[in-house]
């Protein structure tokens, strides 16, 4: 009987453990809580919120999780959502939000310190950093020259088994929906195809698992966002890294700049603290920031440049492509879906 | 019985959310969205793997158990331990372990390595227990009748082992049906993994469909173990005198046999534990360590353990109803419960949270309450599992004498039954706390914003190459999860031999 008087013991400490220590956003003694929901680089995140709670004494409750997910959430969430604001790694989780109508507009002050083009059209949103899609693969499994640089040569038969890439990833639907801005949905959808039966089994989750698959040999070539490479080289050492990336030829339809962006939810209930944090986002010193981090992402806004010893953002060449008509992503899900790649 | 019947239909939440999603996409739609080439293939990939590994972890698991338990192999007891260790390890820890050793470990063959060495312990448990409780006189009758040793073990040993074996190979099979993590990371597709592709592009109703498509297969898992049960007795008659057993002589097996042992254990604890320090050393120089890691580790022993409180608490009403009130309804009842070991605990987390929003005015709804409720869901079988062989030793004579003696209901529940099955009680406690440590989906959906558990954490930075920031969490993982598995090991290890259960603290 003692045993079971322990066990119960044990768990009645271990419940009071679990309920003290549910970090409850709500406020303490008048100070305002806002809740993000965070789908950037975690690391990034937390730089930017600590240099924000310290310059505002506003807290920020940070929940991590991948921006569709959020989305899925904020739906089923309705007006009860927690949310005051999120912060996406590309534009079309907010553009399907703001399609919802469950963005509130951005203050003019704050999206004017971006680029008009890399905010949302219809101002819900602001643009903060970007990155843009290229190549990462392997030089021990196929030269540089060999490989492919224009999108739609990925589907070429030759490069049948090299292939990787990740058809539910939020970054690989932006690249789907330039082809098929550019070339139509026959084209597209046969490119589809073509780099379905190139990847065989080099099906991935996401674009972390694709450069260590290309960086370890297991496959040849990928589709990945320039900053996966920066990033993998951060974090396991220069010595450990048998990769490089290539860019698309200029205005190729598969060189495509991300947008990473926040909004404001309708529903919040702090409005003008959810406000201050984007201004903060875009500012001097929250780009500084994303400038100096290990995110290897491109700060957009307030003129401010990387630090990082990367391609400088003036000197990519993109296609023109807009997050207007990258849009929700719907599309490319829609595509990628009859090819039976989701 | 009435209590039994509300976890029950607690139980039944996730399938209920299921359905009506599924109904929402309309019948056709589903059925659009299940009849693709798509579902075949990762209908292939599923069902080899379940076959394989669960096949592998019935021979691993049965020569281990049988080693341990029957022959005079050198240093038992420690080797007793260390085989059950490695339930300990997170699959996703085993995987990330193995994968960064060599490219080899990679799709199908990758999976089939991980898995199995991540579960297997899930056979060897009860297998060791059941023989450790048959007789061994069957044995050596079989043996004086002139039956050779092969045909001993074969006919008699598996024999008796045969319903644990096969109890093993269920919860095997079901758990791999439900495995996201370590396949994530091995770059291996199942329909765990396309719903939660499927959930991350906003897709909820394909994710819905996939997982009907997961529950017939766990359906089919099910019925196909309880056929194979099958009838045949395997007790003996009275409980008689237990002599010390006669244990098998290796002879010049045994170095063979020993660097076996050395090979498994090296394999499914050595691996992972060894390239966590790797990583923790090689990392990268940006490595910000630890500082959210005594928060994580308080968050992840608190879940866990409101869990295993209430996931226990759960299992005894259905335990007590199932034995002491046996029939094919209630039979039926407990076998549907494990079904929910094959939902993918995200499929769990979001019906929660859909209750919650839809039916609940969000009541709730990203709170630790909430998330323990999830973990006392998912992990409910194995409760059950513990308590009921527990419940099933102890004899319903001595409730029946205390009724007698005038004692009401619930005071003879308190005093006679639970003192009887505290083991059990024990033993399920440790197995749901051990699982709620490791588990890693149900978790990202439903935590409370602003906190984070140990698998949360490794997961965000394995998920950012950050290896030498996730390893320490991997490690903290193991050492945690290392002490109920011990205690779990023990409990198999001193489960009553016969007749009435020698429950410790029967005496009040």
């Known amino acids: ?342 | 019985m009435a209590v039994a019947l509300l976890v029950v239909a607690v139980l039944a939440l996730p399938l209920a959310f299921l359905l009506t999603e599924a109904a929402g996409a309309g019948a056709s739609n589903v059925w659009h969205l299940i009849w693709r080439s798509l579902t075949a293939s990762l209908l292939w990939n599923t069902v080899r793997l379940t076959v394989v590994v669960t096949v592998l972890c019935a021979v691993i698991g049965t020569l281990t158990a049988y080693g341990v338990e029957r022959t005079d192999l050198p240093g038992r007891s420690v080797w007793a331990v260390l085989v059950v260790v490695p339930f300990a390890i997170p699959d996703f820890v085993v995987s990330f372990g193995w994968s960064s050793l060599s490219t080899w470990v990679q799709g199908f063959r990758g999976a089939v390595l991980v898995m199995t060495l991540a579960v297997y312990p899930l056979v060897y448990l009860p297998v060791a227990a059941s023989l450790r409780g048959a007789d061994p006189g069957q044995e050596e009758i079989a043996r004086s009748l002139g039956a050779s040793r092969l045909s001993t073990f074969f006919r008699i040993t598996l024999g008796q082992a045969r319903r644990a074996i096969l109890g093993g190979c269920l919860l095997v099979a079901l758990v791999i049906l439900a495995e996201y993590g370590a396949f994530e990371i091995l770059g291996f597709q199942t329909f765990t993994t396309e719903i939660f592709t499927q959930f991350n592009i906003a897709d909820t109703s394909v994710a819905c469909a996939l997982s009907l498509v997961l529950i017939g297969l766990s359906i089919v898992v099910l019925v196909g173990e309880s056929a194979s049960r099958g009838g045949g007795r395997v007790s003996r008659t009275g409980p008689g005198a237990q002599r010390v057993l006669a244990r098998r002589r290796l002879g010049r097996a045994r170095l063979p046999i020993l660097i076996g042992y050395a090979l498994l254990v090296l394999a499914a604890l050595g691996v992972p534990i060894g390239s966590s320090v790797y990583w923790i050393f090689e990392g990268g120089a940006h490595s910000l360590m630890g500082a959210s890691l005594g928060s994580a580790a308080l968050h992840t022993a608190g879940y866990s353990l409101g869990a295993a409180l209430v996931a226990t608490a759960m299992a005894l009403p259905v335990a007590l109803l199932v034995s002491r009130h046996p029939g094919r309804v209630h039979r039926l009842l407990e076998r549907t419960t494990f079904l929910v070991l094959a939902m993918p605990g995200l499929v769990v987390a979001l019906a929660i949270s859909y209750f919650s929003t839809k039916y609940a005015n969000s009541f709730g709804y990203q709170t630790a309450p909430l998330l323990v409720l999830a973990y006392s869901i998912m992990f409910f079988p194995l409760a059950l599992v513990c308590v009921r062989a527990s419940v099933a030793q102890s004899p319903v004579s001595l409730e029946e004498v205390a009724g007698s003696l005038g004692v009401r209901r619930l005071p003879a529940l308190l005093r006679v039954t639970l003192p009887l099955v505290a083991p059990g009680i024990g033993a399920a406690f440790c197995l749901v706390f051990l699982s709620a440590v490791t588990e890693l989906t149900a978790t990202l959906i439903l935590i409370p914003t602003n906190a984070e558990t140990l698998a949360t954490q490794f997961w965000a930075y394995q998920q950012n190459l950050s290896y030498g920031q996730a390893a320490p969490f991997a490690l903290v993982i193991i050492a945690i999860a290392a002490v109920p598995s011990y205690v779990l090991g023990r409990f198999f290890d001193r489960l009553p031999r016969r007749g009435l259960a020698q429950a410790p603290g029967v005496v009040t």
């Open chain 1, 1 to 342: 009987m003692r045993g079971l008087l322990n066990l119960v013991a044990i768990a009645v400490l271990a419940l009071s453990v679990a309920a003290c220590t549910s970090g409850s956003p709500s406020t303490a003694s008048g100070q305002v809580t806002i809740t993000l929901y965070n789908g950037q680089h975690v690391q990034t995140t937390e730089a930017l919120v600590a240099a924000f709670e310290k310059a505002t004494g506003i807290n920020v409750a940070v929940r991590n999780d991948d921006e569709d997910v959020f989305d899925a959430e904020i739906v089923a969430e309705g007006q009860r959502s927690p949310a005051d604001v999120i912060f996406s790694e590309n534009s079309p989780a907010l553009e399907y939000l703001q399609g919802r109508d469950l963005l509130a507009p951005v203050d003019r002050s704050t999206l004017a310190r971006t680029p008009g083009k890399y905010n949302s059209p219809e101002g819900d949103w602001v643009g903060v950093s970007a990155r843009v899609s290229v190549l990462i693969y392997n030089p021990g499994l196929i030269y540089k020259s060999a490989l492919p640089t224009r999108v739609l040569e990925l589907a070429d038969p030759r490069y049948k088994g090299e292939l990787a890439f990740a058809p539910g990833e939020t970054d690989f639907q932006p690249v789907v929906t330039s082809v098929l801005r550019t070339y139509g949905k026959a084209t597209a959808l046969k490119w589809l195809d073509g780099i379905k039966t190139n990847a065989g089994g080099h099906v991935y989750p996401d674009n972390e698992s694709i450069s260590a698959a290309v960086n370890r040999g297991i496959v040849a070539f990928g589709v990945v966002n320039q900053y996966y490479w920066y990033r993998m080289r951060a974090e396991i050492g220069a010595g450990n890294i048998h990769s490089r990336i290539a860019y698309f030829v200029p205005r190729d339809p598969g060189y495509v700049l991300d947008i990473s962006g926040a909004g404001i939810l309708k529903s919040s209930k702090h409005q003008a603290a959810a406000q201050r944090f984007l201004a903060f986002l875009v500012s001097e010193k929250g780009q500084e920031i994303i400038a100096h981090s290990i995110s290897f992402e491109y700060p957009i806004a307030s003129g401010v440049q990387t630090a990082q010893s990367e391609t400088p953002f003036d000197e990519l060449e993109p296609d023109p492509v807009d997050v207007g008509e990258l849009g929700t992503g719907a599309q490319a899900i829609a595509l990628l879906r009859y090819v039976q790649l989701l």
